[in-house]
Nanobody
Framework: QVQLVESGGGLVQAGGSLTLSCAAS????????MGWFRQAPGKEREFVAS????????YYADFVKGRFTISRDNAKNTVYLQMNSLKPEDTAVYYC????????????????WGQGTQVTVSS
C-alpha cells in the first residue's frame, strides 16, 4: 500500500515556472516506479512523465520535452516535477502515481494515485 500526497500547484503566468512535489509513504520508495499525469476539463487523463527506481527509465510526453523535468529523491521519499516555460494549455489537475512492477506511460497500469494538485497558467 502506498499513499501519495501532491503539493506545489498554483496559479502562474504563461512563461513562468512551478515545481510539484509528491511525498510517498507506506512502502519502500525505492521499490516503486513513479509517474506524473494530468487531466484538463473535458479531457482524459494523459501521461506527463515517469521515472524508475534509480532515476532510470525516464520518459516524457512530447508536449513537455525540454520544459519539464522529473526527478526523485529516494532519501526523502519524494518525486518532483519541475515545470518551466508554462503554457495556458498546461492548465490541468496534476496527479502523482506509483506502479509496483515495471514502468509504463499508461495510467491504467498504475496502482496508486494522489489526490491531485491544480495547476493554472494564465494567458
Amino acid at each position: 500500500q502506498v499513499q501519495l500526497v501532491e503539493s506545489g500547484g498554483g496559479l502562474v503566468q504563461a512563461g513562468g515556472s512551478l515545481t510539484l512535489s509528491c511525498a510517498a509513504s507506506g512502502r519502500n520508495f525505492i521499490s516503486i516506479y513513479m509517474g506524473w499525469f494530468r487531466q484538463a476539463p473535458g479531457k482524459e487523463r494523459e501521461f506527463v512523465a515517469s521515472i524508475g527506481r534509480s532515476s532510470n527509465n525516464i520518459y516524457y510526453a512530447d508536449f513537455v520535452k525540454g520544459r519539464f523535468t522529473i526527478s526523485r529523491d529516494n532519501a526523502k521519499n519524494t518525486v518532483y516535477l519541475q515545470m518551466n516555460s508554462l503554457k495556458p494549455e498546461d492548465t490541468a489537475v496534476y496527479y502523482c502515481a506509483a506502479k509496483r512492477i515495471g514502468y509504463s506511460i499508461m495510467s491504467r497500469e498504475y496502482d496508486y494515485w494522489g489526490q491531485g494538485t491544480q495547476v493554472t497558467v494564465s494567458s
